[in-house]
């Protein structure tokens, strides 16, 4: 076996085509029993945050019908279209427990198998683990309290108040979806939260973000800094503090803005609450770290995931491989013990997830391909 391919996820299938449109060998294995598992899973509102033309994966575009940010259903339906365009078969149900070094490449062993392969590719997910944590006194609210990955939609709790702790892109768009299902929402932040409009000036922001990453960073974050400012506004009167530096700085660290579509209008109007850090979840109630006490029938924990590859990888290999957040380092390694070692789809990008996918798919091919063994 040549190429091991972790994950049928974007990614994954990324990495798929790009071997198939090279007519490399390769093996795709997947802990579920589909292609696209996670975008199957996210609640229902869901749509892209970028632009179709900027989000295909490689020599496959989204089909023309497809609005300009598809929905979580045209994404899975597009991931389903890929893979059968390039004819790629994962092998289902093989959830990774390990990946650990051989004599002359790699061994993968899953809950029911073992494979041997040259190089691997793990694009097993940016998000693959929830991050839950224990709230102080959680465990004595008597309401419903779930992560994001459990929710769908508002329907369950209409006419009820829901704390949403955590406004990341999740967290921001679940206050807007109970919104709309006739729930009171309100949204506990710790820190400052950095916004970007979706669409600036009527048009979609992801294309001037591709434009912009061409010019130095000091050059980027003044005029990131400058749109912000024109179009999102200081929200600190709101609750949401004001940022140190710009979107795109923080993107560079590996932190996400939240890519407002309407929840930063309906936190200006009042109909979703935003306050400070908990302090304290009591019964039926939550405390702030402002010291109000307020009302809640459920929390929803929008608290973000971690990849988990120090669990696969084990102690020694994540030491050499991951930063201190838990991503790899770089897309592969030059040291002999790690060839042959690559990651796709950790990485953050101003011009978007599945736009940084792409790049990232045809650098570990090409460099796969110069160093391919076997001639395809």
């Known amino acids: 076996m040549h190429t091991l391919i972790i994950g049928a996820g974007p990614a994954g299938l990324a990495v798929a085509g790009e071997l198939a449109h090279r007519n490399l060998p390769f093996t795709i294995i997947e802990a579920s029993e589909y292609v696209g598992y996670s975008w199957r899973q996210h609640y229902d509102r869901l749509q892209l ?3 179709k033309e900027y989000s295909a994966l490689p020599h496959f575009p989204f089909p023309a019908s497809y609005p300009t940010y598809p929905s979580r259903l045209q994404v899975v339906e597009y991931l389903e279209q890929y893979a059968a365009h390039f004819k790629i078969q994962p092998q289902f149900n093989q959830r990774v427990v390990s990946i650990r070094q051989a004599t ?6 899953t809950q029911t198998d073992t494979f041997t392969a040259e190089r691997v590719v793990v694009a097993a997910g940016y998000n ?19 992560h994001s990955y459990e929710y769908r939609n508002g329907a369950p709790f209409r006419d009820e108040n829901v704390l949403v702790v955590g406004m990341g892109n999740t967290g921001a768009e679940l206050a807007l979806d109970l919104l709309d299902y006739g729930a009171r929402p309100v949204i506990s932040v710790r820190g400052p939260v950095n916004v970007a409009q979706r669409d600036s000036f009527g048009r979609p922001t992801q294309p001037t973000a591709i434009f ?8 980027y974050d003044l005029v990131s800094g400058v749109s912000q400012r024109l179009t999102i506004g200081d929200l600190s009167p709101y ?4 940022p140190t530096h710009p979107a795109s700085y923080d993107i560079r660290r590996g932190k996400i803005p939240v890519i407002d579509v309407g929840t930063i209008d309906k936190i ?15 019964a039926r109630t939550v405390t702030f ?15 973000g995931y971690r990849p988990g590859l120090g669990d696969l990888l084990g102690a020694d290999l994540s030491r050499r491989i991951l930063n201190e957040r838990g991503y790899p380092k770089r897309l592969w390694f030059a040291e002999p013990d790690l060839r042959g070692l690559y990651f796709v789809g950790y990485t953050t990008s101003s011009a978007g997830i599945l736009y940084g996918i792409n790049r990232e798919a045809n650098s570990v091919t090409s460099h796969i391909a110069q160093n391919n063994s076997v001639p395809a």
Do not use: C, Y
């Open 49 to 51: 945050h970028t632009v």
């Open 104 to 109: 002359a490449g790699w061994i993968v062993q």
């Open 128 to 146: 693959r683990v929830p991050n839950i944590p224990d709230l102080p006194g959680q465990r004595n609210f008597r309401g419903i309290v779930w």
């Open 212 to 219: 912009m990453s061409r010019f130095p960073n000091w050059f």
């Open 239 to 242: 609750g949401l503090g004001k």
């Open 268 to 282: 200006k109007s009042g109909e979703i609450r935003v306050v400070p850090a908990i302090e304290q979840v009591n």
């Open 289 to 303: 770290a402002d010291g109000q006490e307020l009302p809640f029938d459920a929390i929803v924990l929008a608290t």
